[in-house]
């Protein structure tokens, strides 16, 4: 999805002024993106519908970067799609909280209902695992072995009416202080009235405060119809999103918010007790369009830097042609995109780093202010510059007749720099790439 998505942008990112065609173009490519990613037809529709809307309108259009704010409006949309903020847990007001884990058979139930445990411990609750899946022995025997593994109680009864358990462990949890109750039911190769009904029961007498649901994302459109389902039959209150390390296209966690109304709460990638995080739509929207803040970087960058002149640049600095022109017309390429500090600080990472750093965009304009003041023919042919120019260059500017020493001296030191890369490479942009 990821790809499809940044294959469409690209091309949008090419033109200049967007027109209401070329949104509506890169918008049929986003929805096909969508639909190859298993998100529900309907999801894909109204999604792109609200993603036109808001682009064709003159707020976009008439802005100096209408690819990047289109983008924008898709990573707003995604987020939104989602649900917006990261829901949490639903605590009992009195404890114990108990927690009703369902799904199909194979989703992932018990490993998660392991993994929930584990955070809960790490957060300095007490919570018990309740075995509730009576069908199979070997059930309770892997819930204790993960219950070992996340160092959390695994409370059973063997196999008997579940709703007997889940009495018999809100007893025993009150007597040992267990503030939060996590119930590990039983699951079906498919839906089928019987689980419903058990599931339905448990619900009536023991008044979870929580149903989470449990859906392999691998299962893509499936996930979702599962997601209706249960959430038609039994009223669910959020989702955990399992698999999402394997090789999936992404698309259940686009549409299980969007056709249940239901929140994802937490995701699961992997088979270890640790793989749980608490599931963040803004995070997974930048999951998907690739490369989060690092694309509205280069969306920046690339939006400003006009593709004729930094070519035009390439060739120059190939043939070592490379004067105080270009040196002032990047000067100011930079400047436009703003404070340089700010700049490098949406790159992952830098922020931390920069933070005691002192950034000083004047000096920048005190090179361009000393350029300014140069003729045309010195700026194309520094080589001429000599002593009486430098004076004249100087108080033109307002500046020593070091400064403009120093400033030609750096300028022969990049050339030289320049003449080593420009034989490298052929004159062709360097393409970044991002994991
Ligand atoms: P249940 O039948 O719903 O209780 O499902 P299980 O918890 O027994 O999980 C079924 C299988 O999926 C097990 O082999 C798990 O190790 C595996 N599994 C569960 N969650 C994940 C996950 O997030 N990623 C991966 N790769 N495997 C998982
Ligand atoms: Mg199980």
């Known amino acids: 999805l990821a790809d499809k ?15 209401e065609s070329d949104v509506k173009q890169a918008m049929r490519e986003v929805r096909l993106a969508l639909l190859e990613a298993d ?22 259009m008439e802005s100096l970067t209408p690819a990047q704010q289109v983008v924008k409006i898709v990573d707003e949309e995604l987020t939104a799609l989602m649900g917006g903020e990261n829901t949490r847990i ?4 009195k404890p114990p909280t108990i927690i009703m884990m369902c799904g199909l058979q194979g989703s992932g139930k018990t490993t998660h209902a392991a993994k929930l445990a584990s955070l809960f411990k790490r957060q300095g609750h007490r919570p018990m695992l309740v075995a509730c899946d009576i069908y199979r022995p070997a059930a309770i025997t892997q819930l204790q072995v993960m219950g070992e593994k996340a160092g959390v109680p695994v409370f059973e009864m063997g196999q008997i009416d579940p709703v007997k358990i889940i009495k018999g462990a809100m007893r025993f949890g009150k007597d040992h202080g267990n503030d939060i109750l996590i119930l590990d039911t039983a699951g079906r190769l498919h839906i089928d009235e019987e689980l419903m009904n058990e599931l339905k029961r448990i619900k009536a007498d023991v008044e979870p405060n929580e149903i ?5 994302a691998m299962t893509g459109q499936d996930a979702v119809n599962v997601a209706k389902a249960f959430d038609d039959a039994l009223g669910i209150t959020g989702v955990i999103l399992t698999k999402l390390d394997g090789d999936t296209r992404g698309g259940a966690a686009l549409s299980v918010r969007a056709v249940t ?10 088979e270890k007790i640790g793989d749980l995080e608490p599931f963040h739509p803004a995070r997974m929207s930048s999951r998907i369009l690739g ?27 190939q043939e070592n042609k490379l004067d105080f022109n270009d040196m002032l017309e990047q000067m100011l390429q930079v400047r436009k995109m703003g404070p340089l500090k700010q700049l490098l600080s949406s790159l992952p990472g830098m922020e931390k780093q920069l933070r005691d750093v002192d950034i000083d965009d004047r000096q920048m304009d005190r090179v361009a202010a000393i350029i300014q003041s140069m003729t045309m023919e010195e700026r194309s042919n520094p080589d001429i510059i000599n002593p009486s120019r430098k004076r004249r260059i100087a108080a033109g500017s307002g500046m020593k007749v070091e400064d403009v020493n120093r400033l030609i001296k750096q300028f022969e030191q990049a050339r030289k720099v320049m003449k080593q890369v420009g034989r490298g490479g052929k004159g062709k942009r360097r393409r970044m790439n991002f994991p």
């Open 212 to 216: 989470l649901l449990v859906v392999d």
């Open 261 to 270: 109304g239901k929140p994802i709460k937490f995701i699961g990638a992997g």
């Open 90 to 93: 639903d605590m009992a007001s």
């Open 5 to 19: 998505l940044s294959e469409a942008f690209k091309r949008l990112r090419s033109k200049g002024k967007l027109t």
């Open 291 to 317: 490369m989060g803040d690092v694309l509205s970087l280069i969306e920046k960058a690339e939006s400003q830097m006009d593709e004729k002149q930094a070519r035009k640049l390439a060739k120059r600095m």
């Open 39 to 60: 998100v529900n037809y309907k999801v894909a529709k109204d999604f792109v519908a609200k993603v036109t809307e808001r682009s064709v309108g003159s707020e976009v």
